[in-house]
């Protein structure tokens, strides 16, 4: 294990520990866009290989979607980069609108670096996932509360807010407008998954 990783690690398990401190270490390395790009496509990379894994070591119940994924990992790689991306742009752009001061490379590092915690996370549960499938149900669930908890104060800090209780009620405001909107472009545009569902 490099020291490079090694300090990764132990900057995210401080990170856990105290979210808005980690936030501003992170912040501090002052990263360059480019550097940042390829950190996202590459902790997405990761994580489409730990979910294929866990599906290969441990088959998931029946899914309407879970073939179309499954069959095509690099859709499942442009899918959950998308999501990625767009989660950046409305950091900083929302996040500016409502009075925030953070700048668009501060959402990216924050961005790729709750991602990569999310990933470490899911290392541990495709560990448990072969060893003792119950936990890991219940490491996702505890994932998606840290992943909240975790968002609300990396924005926080990022754009000087106050309160962190405050920011996790936009951000589950946005998230509700986003999906409501790129539901309502796909359904404009006659984008539908039925295509690609087997009938039953």
Not at 72 to 84: F, I, R, S
Not at 101 to 107: E, S
């Amino acid at each position: 294990m490099t020291r490079s990783l090694v300090f990764l690690i132990r900057l995210a398990r401080d990170t856990v520990s105290d979210p808005r401190e980690g936030a501003r270490r992170v912040l501090a390395l002052n990263l360059s866009e480019g550097l940042l790009w390829q950190a996202l496509v590459l902790v997405v990379v990761v994580s489409v290989l730990l979910t294929a894994l866990g599906e290969i070591a441990v088959p998931a119940p029946v899914d309407p979607l879970l073939p179309v994924f499954s069959a095509n990992p690099l859709l499942t790689a442009v899918v959950q980069g998308g999501l990625l991306v767009v989660m950046v742009y409305a950091i900083h752009f929302i996040g500016r609108g409502f009075g925030g001061h953070g700048d668009f490379a501060g959402a990216m590092t924050l961005t790729v670096w709750l991602q990569f915690i999310m990933m470490l996370l899911q290392v541990a549960q495709t560990v448990f996932l072969i060893v003792f499938p119950p936990l890991a149900g219940l490491i996702g669930m505890l994932g998606i509360g840290l992943f909240f908890w975790l968002l609300s104060h990396f924005v926080t800090v990022l754009h000087g807010y106050a309160s962190a209780l405050r920011t996790f009620f936009g951000i589950m405001a946005s998230m509700v407008g986003i999906v409501f909107g790129i539901s309502l472009i796909m359904s404009l545009l006659g984008v539908t998954l039925q295509g690609a569902l087997p009938d039953v």
